[in-house]
């Protein structure tokens, strides 16, 4: 198990690689740039600023010049928040990202996970139409109309939640973010948990564990969940990736100064080094959780093996 994992984090490398490179020359071919303002700057400051950021250099050099400091550790300096490196910026932001995700991923496995199989095991009923319902919505719409309505509802019509901000990890302020994160997350696993349940119940075994009279809790939740759980564990690691490193839509409207936020600031003032920054922080945890996820599939598949 362990050479398989250095075997996947190894061959990672070079997808990284392209993954970086190819950001950072979109980034460069965008129109605009870090210090183009409404009020033109005297040639002498700009050039002074490019100078100082090396970007009077060619590109290549400039590529050149990310990728040994990239090496590092050292994910450059911000072009827009003069006083703080991108490294700084990012190391404030992660951590309230990966908060918000953890909670929204808890929420949706246990939310999604028992609605599924209350659909599996109510199959055709009125309980099983209304999760289907349920669940197509959620994954119908779009997290940029969710946000604005429960803000709206909830935090100026009701004023029983804060509309936006954020004051720590205060339960007030996480409580919106979490749910706008969760709600689509809920509709696709209560979906795969139902399908698999499904199959599941049919298979030999649960018929077997059945016929030898265990209990009915016991053969839905050793015998039937288990077998159940590997689309979803399949589905885990992209979702996971995406949710820990912070929602561009979810930050923005509900002003949370996490990752997602920055990204989408960086990328409309043209901080290169911070859209950089955040691109590689997200493409590491997308190559992390995807190897936890296949390390976690064989954990409890017994017929994976990866020897």
Known sequence: MLRYAVRRLLGAIPTLFVI???AF???RVAPGGPFDQERTLEPTVMANLNKAFHLDRPLYEQYAV???NLLRGDLGPS???????VGELLGAGL???????ACALLLALLVGGTLGIIAALKQNSTVDYLVIAVATFGITVPNFVVAPVLSLVFGVWLGILPAGGWEGAHP???LLPVITLALPQIAIVA???RGAMLEALRSDHVRTARAYGLPARLVVIVHSLRGAALPVISYLGPAAAALLTGSVVVETIFGIPGIGRYFVQGALNRDYTLVMGTVVIVAV???LFNLAVDLLYAAIDPRVRYD
């Open 79 to 85: 072009f827009v928040y003069r006083d703080f490196s």
């Open 20 to 22: 970086i490179t190819l």
């Open 66 to 68: 990310y990728l040994g």
């Open 25 to 27: 020359f979109l980034m």
């Open 172 to 174: 007030a302020y996480m």
């Open 285 to 287: 945890f997308v190559v």
């Open 191 to 193: 979906r795969l948990i």
């Open 95 to 101: 951590p309230i990202s990966m908060l918000l995700g």
